[in-house]
């Protein structure tokens, strides 16, 4: 791209680029971690593991700048050279022939991500805006070279943008901590519902196993899942008592059963999903990687 510029042999716009992507890339991972680390997942089971954590450590930088160097290849450079070449035709500021270049270029790469699935004007937005950072940095570069009349060599511009990449990802996960720490930024929430609307039918996906509670707190089991103490799975059938527990927080309520056969001990079920689709769950073995079973009120 004309964007690209030589000293010593070094190409010091495609190095801001490649180091500036792979620090939003990295800054972007910190967040999710951040995030993940700071809430279990919606049936309450802890997130990730130190293995994963470490892992993501130590191949994190590498894949951060590979994929920046590639998206330097495919987005970025692309982008200036397109702007550039629009110089001739489009007068004016040079932000503006950029914006133009980003936007066509993103709307085509969305076009494969929305056939993968992702809707298409996200697809387009994120892929646009991926390529901001880097192409500002580009023309800050230009700037500070010109004010000092040399240019910068590749020794210096690294250091200095990974000095700033590490500041960017520090202030990313600091600001996601913060967020969690004050519920500013929100979190999941089970359906808030009383007794009433507990009522129906709650089944599994293979339709084996189903509850139905009814008024009275009478309940009917087939197929349902519990623990011996040691360690079995067994399933109860038949009649039960149940009872609801509203709670406060995110976990909203439990479901208590007590069945006439003395034998089954059933688990207690918490209520999950959402206001359009709520659930009951159970954990089933170990607590942090255990098996999950997932009734659904089914509508009457």
């Known amino acids: 791209m004309t964007a690209v510029r030589r000293d010593h042999g070094h190409t010091s716009d495609g190095t801001v680029a490649t180091l500036l992507c792979a620090a939003q890339l990295a800054a972007s991972a910190a967040v999710l971690v951040v995030e993940t680390a700071g809430r279990a997942d919606a049936y309450g089971r802890p997130p990730g593991s130190a293995l994963g954590l470490l892992f993501l450590l130590v191949a994190g930088p590498p894949a951060a700048l ?3 160097a590639a998206h330097t290849a495919v987005v970025t450079a692309p982008a200036a050279w397109a702007a550039d070449a629009l110089a001739g035709r489009m007068p004016g500021a040079r932000w503006r022939r950029r914006t133009v270049a980003v936007a066509a270029l993103a709307a085509v790469y969305a076009i494969p991500l929305a056939w993968a699935g992702a809707p298409y004007v996200y697809a387009w937005a994120w892929t646009a805006a991926s390529a901001v950072l880097p192409l500002l940095g580009v023309d800050g570069l230009r700037r500070l070279e010109e004010r000092r009349g040399r240019r910068y060599g590749r020794a210096a511009l690294v250091t200095c943008l990974l000095g700033a990449g590490a500041g960017l990802v520090t202030l990313a996960a600091a600001g996601c901590a913060a967020l969690l720490a004050t519920g500013a930024a929100g979190g999941y929430e089970a ?6 609307q507990m009522r129906g039918v709650w089944s599994g996906e293979d339709g084996q196993v189903w509850i139905r509670l009814d008024g009275g ?6 197929g349902l899942p519990y623990e011996t103490p040691g360690g079995e799975r067994e399933h109860c059938d038949g009649a039960a008592a ?6 406060a927080g995110a976990v909203r309520g439990t479901v208590e059963f007590t069945p006439a056969d003395p034998s089954c001990e059933p688990a207690v079920w918490t209520l999950g999903g959402t206001e359009d689709r709520p659930e009951l769950y159970a954990l089933f073995g170990d607590p942090d990687a255990g098996d999950v079973r997932v009734l659904t009120r089914q509508d009457p």
Not at 242 to 247: G, H, I, S
């Open 66 to 68: 590979f994929l920046g």
């Open 191 to 196: 359906p808030s519902l009383n007794g009433e």
């Open 217 to 222: 707190r009478r309940a009917e089991l087939s």
């Open 242 to 247: 149940w009872l609801y527990v509203p709670r």
